[in-house]
T-cell receptor, first 114, second 112 residues
Framework: SQTIHQWPATLVQPVGSPLSLECTVE??????LYWYRQAAGRGLQLLFY??????ISSEVPQNLSASRPQDRQFILSSKKLLLSDSGFYLC?????????????FGPGTRLLVL | SQQGEEDPQALSIQEGENATMNCSYK?????LQWYRQNSGRGLVHLIL?????REKHSGRLRVTLDTSKKSSSLLITASRAADTASYFC????????????FGKGITLSVRP
């Protein structure tokens, strides 16, 4: 069966510090991968998606970046965090061979920038 | 941009009652999906309805879609305390790469 992992689960970082959040998927190949941010009490905002290794599409301009160094690994990074980067970050995947419509979410990383 | 807008923002009902949640959207869609999120957790897919479908059932869930009104409703019958969660509608407008646009969500509280 397929599983998706995110770490860390919780992170407290000072303003201006770097960020690296990791997402890995097991039990599938060539997934489409997504990074979302959820502000408190709000819906999900799509940040990045990837259809293959090294292929990243950015949905919103920001100081975040994403990379996909391996087929089932998706990394969200920042060189200098802003207060507004605080939120709940969710990684998700879809199986394009199965239609790619349903998204399967990881447990999320809660980021607090102080 | 926000595509789906859920209504109401919050709903509180007694266990055993039915819960009806609505979602409206703005552009043409390929499909509309409903997800559930327990507090502090990731989202879980509940049900998908395609643009050429009008109604779909899954267990205690019933989803309707009216493309002429650009709206959908999610009905949870015989609610349970364990149904307490946030519910989101998400629309897939492109049909490519499953890029979903989520609403802000509805907070459902089911009182035991």
């Amino acid at each position: 069966s397929q599983t998706i992992h995110q770490w860390p689960a919780t992170l407290v970082q000072p303003v201006g510090s770097p960020l690296s959040l990791e997402c890995t998927v097991e039990g599938t190949s060539n997934p489409n991968l997504y990074w979302y941010r959820q502000a408190a009490g709000r819906g999900l905002q799509l940040l990045f998606y990837s259809v293959g290794i090294g292929q990243i599409s950015s949905e919103v301009p920001q100081n975040l970046s994403a990379s996909r160094p391996q087929d089932r690994q998706f990394i969200l990074s920042s060189k200098k965090l802003l207060l507004s980067d605080s939120g709940f970050y969710l990684c998700a995947w879809t199986d394009p061979l199965a239609g790619g419509e349903t998204q399967y979410f990881g447990p999320g990383t809660r980021l607090l920038v102080l | 941009s926000q595509q789906g807008e859920e209504d109401p923002q919050a709903l509180s009902i007694q266990e055993g009652e039915n819960a009806t949640m609505n979602c409206s959207y703005k552009t043409s869609i390929n499909n509309l999906q409903w997800y559930r999120q327990n507090s502090g957790r990731g989202l879980v897919h509940l049900i998908l309805i395609r643009s050429n479908e009008r109604e779909k059932h899954s267990g205690r869930l019933r989803v309707t879609l009216d493309t002429s009104k650009k709206s959908s409703s999610l009905l949870i019958t015989a609610s349970r305390a364990a149904d307490t969660a946030s519910y989101f509608c998400a629309t897939d407008a492109t049909g490519a790469n499953s890029k979903l646009t989520f609403g802000k969500g509805i907070t459902l509280s089911v009182r035991p």
